[in-house]
């Protein structure tokens, strides 16, 4: 029964122009980096012409797709209520949750796509420009695999904020202005210290394989990540469960 | 003198032609009713004459000037154009105070156009829990907060109730007696034979046909229709008098192009019983298909 | 009661602050920025003279809290973008062109409107840091001079000139999810990854050179605060221009 839904759902995103939007300012934002990584080359603490650590650089550069996948998820739960289409939805699908569950799956399965674009197109502008040589590896497939991995939990991150707030506006909003000055600014406070790795952005971090001074261990910060999706999605799905479609 | 002139007004959205050279008048003191098939250009047309919506070619006055030349709009014109243009976190009295701030209208006016709709006791909800019916009545009473001399309506009566339909009726009767000019597009045409004294027809952008009522009710099938035990013996009486006739089912006798007096008399001195005799007319909706072409309807 | 003359500017002003006090969401957004300056402005002097922080009584201190006043004014561009979206949001931008058809005049009233409120936020953020930063002591009277008074202003005054940059992109943009997500972006991601980009020195140019030059960051590298200030009401100006044209010319269908 599910299957079908979530092929709906993509459907859906496929045919809805923020999906293609949100891909393509993913995409420029990515080049533009690369072009920043590769402007760079030379210069002195920029990774020399070749090394392995540009080519880190380069495949760095996909980090700029959490935001652009994050509110992919926000806006595919949040589009039904947005547009008023959530009677239809709920109408042909009354067991809500299932819709939930579908849209959410529905994000997930794109994100593989958008993880490995992000990673290739830089690296690929290197291997064109020179900077880099082009070695498929093992690196390279943990790089994509990681990737992956992170997209997905920011992915199910902005689904997750759509259930739970609704209003499309605010769930746009709310996690730019907490991933992007909030987390931020708790990193500056001595008085917050240990604070940000309890914060979903910290958290992400290091399931995303990535340490800094007082992070929790992975197995801790992928179990409190779960912990926040669950809050996330157990709020959203009462919210929406219980909600009247008037 | 006329309130509302158009004069070939075209719109062209791309490669859509929504309204085609059309051109009509609102006469000042009438009901106008402007009908056509859904997507026959009828909002498009109102918007553009209201300026929301900049025509490709030709001309919508309204007293005389285009309406954004209008200097304070709401004393001149009142619009329904929908009824989804509400804040919904807003109530009502709120939302009519921040149109009369705009419309130069006093805030007197509000409680005086919410008690003309009947919505002062909802005027404190936020209008995010009002029904269809209320969201039209709301929009109505936004229309009336300048005591306009035009009221231009898209279908005004949509989410009414029978009572509300009345009223409208009546209310709308009242103001062009007053001498105000009512322009309105609607679907109920049996609504608006009973209270427009002028029509306007368009189909695919065009106009099909304009006039009075009465003019566009005339001719095509009409007579006088008889409930009878004798419809064999009452047409043949018809007959004898060279009346044309024909049979309407098993007891019933439609007479053509005859007094309902004559053919009362016909069946009298024939001897006839006669359970029910009336005049029948063509119906606005009956003209209004065959103008328009029974397949344009959508 | 017949007044055929235009509706006045000043009219349209009181009824527009009417149309934003009616609903919740600009009274949430005013709530969020007294939050964003009041908490960091309190971490500050909690944080003082810990690790490296600087102490209360030193300058470094009164900057740190004084700068608090400034967190807010994404949240004022936020109320510019919400202002004329919204609008289109719920449709009632059909029945505002009915009451007001010269659309640039109701543009000009939002723009007013939007400058009001913001500027009232501003001074409001000012005095919250302030009401932290006084009784603390990290902000002490004795140091407040002429310079100090100015960067202060400066965090006030940012507040109007992003409430207008963002009317300008909500007239735009007019798409409200769109009109809130691409400023936030360009702020906090896209503007610094675009000027590493571009020669050095254009930096300064961008909206956070001239935020920094407007609240009179002493830096050599910031332009001074009335080139600063100028700039950034020029991109407001820019951007208002730019969507007073789009909305004239949209069709409201």
Redesign the interface.
């Known amino acids: 029964m599910i299957t079908p839904l979530v092929g709906a759902e993509l459907r859906q995103l496929r045919k809805t122009p923020a999906t293609w939007g949100l891909l393509a ?1 993913a995409l420029l ?1 990515c080049l ?2 690369t ?2 990584v590769l ?1 760079g080359v030379g210069g002195i603490e920029s990774p020399p012409r070749g090394s392995m650590r540009l080519r880190d650089a380069l495949f760095g550069a996909s980090s ?1 797709g959490c ?1 652009p996948v994050l ?1 992919l998820g926000v ?1 595919a739960m949040t589009g039904e209520f ?1 547009y008023r289409t959530a009677t239809f939805a709920f109408l042909a699908v009354p067991v809500r949750s299932r819709v939930v569950a579908a849209k959410t799956v529905a994000c997930l399965l794109l994100t593989p796509l958008i993880a490995v674009a992000l990673v290739m197109v830089p690296y690929a502008t290197g291997v064109i420009t020179g900077a880099v040589e082009l070695t498929l590896d093992r690196h390279l497939v943990a790089v994509c695999l990681r990737v992956v991995l992170v997209f997905a939990c920011w992915a199910v991150v902005g689904a997750g904020i759509g259930a739970a707030v609704g209003n ?2 605010v769930a ?2 709310l996690p ?2 907490w991933f ?2 909030v987390e931020q ?1 708790s990193g500056a ?5 240990g604070l940000q790795a309890w914060l979903p952005g910290g958290l992400l971090v290091v399931v995303g394989g990535g340490r800094y001074p007082g992070s929790l261990p992975l197995w801790a910060a992928a179990a409190a990540f779960a912990a926040y999706l669950f809050v996330l999605f157990g709020a959203g799905l009462r919210r929406i469960t219980r909600m009247d479609v008037t | 003198m006329t309130a509302i002139s158009v004069q070939g007004l075209t719109k062209r959205f791309g490669r859509v032609t929504a309204v085609d050279d059309l051109s009509f008048d609102g006469p000042s003191g009438t009901i106008t009713g402007f009908l056509g098939p859904n997507g026959a250009g009828k ?2 047309t109102l ?1 553009m004459v ?5 025509p490709t070619a030709g001309t919508a006055l309204v007293d005389g000037v285009p ?2 030349r ?6 001149h ?1 009142g ?1 329904v ?2 009824a ?8 009502a009295r ?1 939302h009519l ?3 009369a ?6 805030a007197r006016r509000v409680p005086e156009v919410l008690a003309e709709v009947d919505l002062c006791d909802a005027a404190d909800r936020r209008v995010g829990g009002f029904s269809l019916g209320m969201r039209q009545r709301l929009a109505l009473a ?1 229309a009336l907060l300048g ?1 306009p001399g035009i009221l231009i309506l898209d279908e005004p009566a949509n989410g009414l109730d029978p009572v509300g339909v009345r009223w409208l009726r009546t209310f709308l009767r009242t103001k062009a007696d007053a001498g105000c000019t009512v322009l309105v597009s609607s679907h109920l045409l049996a609504e608006l034979a009973l209270s427009a004294d002028a029509v306007v027809i368009v189909k695919a952008g065009r106009l099909v046909a304009q006039g009075s009522v009465a003019e566009l009710m005339a001719g095509g099938c009409s007579g006088v229709r008889v409930r009878t035990p004798q419809p064999a013996e009452l047409r043949g009486a018809l007959t004898a008098r060279g009346v044309n006739s024909q049979f309407l089912g098993a007891d019933q006798v439609i007479a053509h192009d005859v007094s309902c007096e004559l053919v009362g008399h016909v069946a009298a001195d024939s001897g006839v019983v006669v359970y029910e005799i009336s005049t029948e007319r063509r119906a606005l909706e009956d003209a209004f298909l065959a103008l328009i072409g029974e397949e344009g309807a959508a | ?7 006045s500017l000043l ?2 002003v ?2 527009e602050l ?2 934003l006090g ?4 600009p009274w949430l957004l005013v709530a969020a920025t007294v939050v ?1 300056t009041a908490v ?1 402005a309190l ?2 002097v ?2 003082a003279g ?4 600087p102490s209360i009584g030193t300058s470094g201190a009164m900057l740190a809290v004084l700068d608090t006043a400034g ?1 807010g004014s ?1 949240i004022a561009l ?1 109320l510019g973008v ?1 202002t004329l979206t ?1 609008e289109f ?14 659309r640039t005049r109701v543009i000009l009233a939002k723009a007013v409107t939007v400058a009001l409120v913001g500027a009232g936020v501003g001074v409001l953020d000012l005095a919250v840091a302030l009401a932290v930063g006084l009784p603390s002591g990290a902000v002490p009277w004795s140091v407040l001079n002429g310079d100090i008074a100015l960067h202060a202003l400066g965090q006030a005054l940012i507040y109007p000139v992003y409430a207008l940059l963002g009317l300008g992109v909500g007239a735009l943009l007019i798409h ?2 769109l009109g ?2 691409l400023p ?2 360009w702020l ?3 503007e610094g ?2 000027l ?2 571009l020669p050095h020195g254009t930096d300064r140019w961008g909206l956070a050179g001239l935020t920094a030059a407007l609240s009179y960051a002493p830096d050599e590298l910031v332009l001074p605060i009335l080139v600063g200030g100028l700039a950034l009401a020029g991109y407001a100006v820019l951007l208002l221009s730019l969507g007073t044209a789009r909305v004239a ?1 949209r ?3």
């Open positions: 300012a934002l533009a980096w072009a920043m402007a700029i935001l509110l806006l947005h499309q506006t746009v909003v730019l202005l992007g000055v600014m406070y001595a008085f917050l210290q | 909002t498009t918007r209201l300026g929301l919506v900049r309406y954004v209008l200097e304070r709009p709401a004393q014109v619009a154009l929908e989804a243009g509400f804040h919904p976190g807003r109530t709120d105070l921040v149109l701030g705009r419309g130069g209208v006093p936004g005591d | 009661m017949r007044n055929r003359s235009q509706v009219a349209l009181r009824t009417v149309a009616t609903v919740r969401g964003g960091p971490l500050h909690l944080d810990t690790r490296g922080a967190n994404r936020l919400l919204a949001r719920h449709n009632t931008v059909t029945v505002l062109f009915l009451h007001l058809p010269r409200q999810p809130v997500v936030l972006a906090l991601v896209v990854l675009v590493d980009l010319r069709d409201i269908t």
